[in-house]
């Protein structure tokens, strides 16, 4: 048996096949020739391709020496803005990886679903459900935001309320601005809203005033004390959202009128538009003070 081994071996083309066979099966241990070859690939590309994408994108590891030589054979492999993930085909991977080691990988495939509406699929919601439970308040938020957007579930807003009145001002700016986006949907946060009219932090004040536009002539009377706000942000916001609610705010009349002998510019700009929009009528001449520095 060895002696014919041996003689098999000594013929030069079953040398070549041999060593045909070493060097393929060496490429085979690396996953972009072998998902090349086999799959699973992606609108033609290998898996790894995209996976490797999101981590360059979010982690920013440096590149290893073999990564010129993939990006020299797939030269778009490194193209990784948001419009490359908006694709259903890509839902796999993304829902994959929200369950990732690496928590800037998982909280970047949240972000591509709240970017991509084709990523907006309903099997990443066990994934998107677990990081409501996490410590940080930017993952639950964006998470939080994620799931509304695919499926309205109100379980989430349990938890953005909960955030809404967090001790550190930061997470209550973070979560009031999330509100906003959420209160279209959703009318039964008007009171938690319109309990921080009057919050310490300006930030949730100013974005307290710009909630109001979705509920309309409801919202007008917490529009009004935005305008007498002692932050100028906050009652441009205010007056800006009055614009916003048009001739339902008609009772705000008199209080931007107030407002457009505001010493703030920008606050009296927005009192001028919010006129026009509630009370449409010939076009008045804005005179405004502008400070040149």
């Not at 393929?24 to 995209?50: E, K, N």
């Not at 009772?251 to 107030?258: C, F, G, H, K």
């Amino acid at each position: 048996m060895k002696t014919l081994l041996t003689q098999f071996w000594q013929r030069r083309w079953c040398r070549f096949f041999g060593a045909g066979v070493f060097v393929f099966g060496l490429l085979m241990l690396h996953p972009y020739p072998r998902q090349s070859l086999f799959g699973p690939t992606i609108r033609g590309r290998p898996w790894c391709v995209w996976d490797t994408g999101v981590r360059w994108k979010y982690v920013m590891r440096p590149k290893s020496w073999l990564d010129p030589v993939y990006d020299w054979i797939d030269t778009h492999r490194t193209n990784v803005a948001h419009e490359s993930f908006d694709d259903a085909e890509m839902v796999p991977l993304i829902v994959a990886l929200l369950d990732d080691a690496d928590p800037k990988v998982r909280l970047g495939c949240v972000n591509e679903i709240l970017y991509c509406p084709k990523l907006r699929d309903r099997s990443a919601l066990p994934a998107l459900g677990k990081m409501l439970n996490n410590d940080d308040a930017e993952v639950v938020l964006d998470a939080a935001w994620a799931i509304w957007l695919i499926d309205l579930d109100e379980k989430v807003l349990d938890r953005v309320k909960g955030l809404i009145d967090d001790g550190d001002p930061q997470v209550r700016y973070r979560a009031m601005r999330l509100v906003v986006q959420l209160a279209a949907d959703a009318p039964q946060l008007f009171p938690h809203i319109v309990a921080h009219a009057k919050d310490a932090n300006p930030a949730v004040r100013k974005f307290v005033m710009y909630a109001m536009e979705h509920f309309g002539r409801q919202g007008v009377p917490t529009l009004i004390g935005g305008m007498n706000d002692a932050d100028a942000e906050v009652r441009a916001a205010a007056a800006m959202t009055a614009a916003g609610v048009g001739p339902d705010a008609r009772d705000a009349v008199s209080t931007l009128e107030l407002c457009l002998s505001d010493a703030d510019p920008w606050v009296h700009y927005q009192a001028w538009r919010a006129l026009q929009k509630i009370e449409p009528g010939p076009p008045q001449d804005l005179q405004v003070e502008r400070k040149i520095e």
